[in-house]
């Protein structure tokens, strides 16, 4: 069955550093997300990307966040200088554009800002 | 705003149990409802999704209840096993894209 994929599982940085986040969407899926859990906290929506373009995002998704699908495959969160509070969870998540419009999520990468 | 709110928090019930978690939401204008299942320090796992025309869903065990106009859903597990221990999750999507969480139910099925 096909799934979403996130790199890596786990990530750990120094204040100030950029990160990538990587994620695979379902390949014929067409909408893709970011969303955030900080530890103890609920699931917090970030942006939404739909035809090469930000569709939504959350007050959360300031300068510091950028998103990007550089090919045909990947779709990618980067935090340019990565704060403390910056450390959580994030999870990738994409949909198709008929049926339900379920959203599947990915397993998440585990960020820690030091 | 939207606000998702789950009932109760923590639920610990013996096995082989029916139960019921609880969500509402505040401003009835959503798109669809998805439960999900989350277990410790892992990603989500879709349970079952009401479209906002929808009244209820089905999946083995599990039946998702919608109810738009007083802003309610309910998921209903029956006859629980320990494997069902993790936190249920649930979340309404808003114009098709912005999606809200509740804090969700943290369950325990005792063997």
């Known amino acids: 069955e096909p799934e979403v994929t996130q790199t890596p599982s786990h990530q750990v940085t120094q204040m100030g550093q950029e990160v990538i986040l990587r994620c695979v969407p379902i390949?014929?899926?067409?909408?893709f997300y970011w969303y955030r859990q900080i530890l103890g906290q609920k699931v917090e929506f970030l942006v939404s990307?739909?035809?090469?373009?930000?569709?939504?995002k959350s007050e959360i998704f300031d300068d510091q966040f950028s998103v990007e699908r550089p090919d045909g495959s990947n779709f990618t969160l980067k935090i340019r200088s990565t704060k403390l509070e910056d450390s959580a969870m994030y999870f990738c998540?994409?949909?198709?554009?008929?049926?339900?419009?379920?959203?599947?999520f990915g397993p998440g990468t585990r960020l820690t800002v030091l | 705003k939207q606000e998702v709110t789950q009932i109760p928090a923590a639920l610990s019930v013996p096995e082989g149990e029916n139960l019921v978690l609880n969500c509402s939401f505040t401003?009835?204008?959503?798109?669809?409802l998805q439960w999900f299942r989350q277990d410790p320090g892992k990603g989500l796992t879709s349970l079952l999704l009401?479209?906002?025309?929808?009244r209820e869903q089905t999946s083995g065990r599990l039946n998702a209840s919608l109810d738009k106009s007083s802003g309610r859903s309910t998921l209903y597990i029956a006859a629980s096993q320990p494997g069902d221990s993790a936190t249920y999750l649930c979340?309404?999507?808003?114009?098709?894209?912005?999606?809200?969480f509740g804090a969700g139910t943290r369950l325990t099925v005792k063997p």
């Open positions: 998540a994409s949909r198709g554009t008929s049926g339900s419009n379920e959203q599947f």
């Open positions: 390949s014929n899926h067409l909408y």
């Open positions: 990307f739909y035809n090469n373009e930000i569709s939504e």
């Open positions: 401003d009835s204008a959503i798109y669809n």
């Open positions: 009401i479209q906002s025309s929808q």
């Open positions: 979340a309404v999507c808003l114009n098709n894209n912005d999606m809200r």
